[in-house]
């Protein structure tokens, strides 16, 4: 079983940077792909990045490439998200997710947070 609690979302404006953590706890957490989803208002729920626990392998969408960074910090157990520049395209609710592979589908996750809600003002 594993647990994952997101933290740090709030209301920014255009421009401005926030940082999202994802603690997780259980066993094993270096078997899986951590990641975090989005989902604005009216949207499906949308890939964002991923990392591997061992390794330093991460992936971007296409939409925050060059603006979110995805670290962890092994000894915390905690995964973050740095997104910088943020849009207002960038709302939404932002989980952060476990699976086995990369780029997981939805179906694929086995493990999801809470959710934390980011909302950036133009």
């Known amino acids: 079983q594993v647990q994952l609690v997101e933290s740090g979302g709030g209301l920014v404006q255009a421009g401005a940077s926030l940082r999202l953590s994802c603690a997780a706890s259980?066993?094993?957490?270096?078997?899986?792909?951590m990641a975090w989803f989005r989902q604005a208002p009216g949207k499906e729920r949308e890939y964002v990045a991923d990392?591997?626990?061992?390794?330093?392998?991460?992936y971007y969408a296409d939409p925050v490439k060059g603006r979110f960074t995805i670290s962890r910090d092994n000894a915390k157990n905690t995964v973050y998200l740095q997104m910088n520049s943020l849009k207002p395209e960038d709302t939404g609710v932002y989980y952060c997710?476990?699976?086995?592979?990369?780029?997981?589908?939805?179906?694929?996750?086995?493990?999801w947070g809470q959710g934390t809600q980011v909302t950036v003002s133009s």
């Open positions: 997710a476990a699976a086995h592979v990369r780029r997981a589908t939805m179906r694929q996750i086995a493990y």
């Open positions: 259980g066993r094993t957490l270096s078997a899986y792909v």
């Open positions: 990392i591997m626990w061992s390794g330093s392998s991460t």
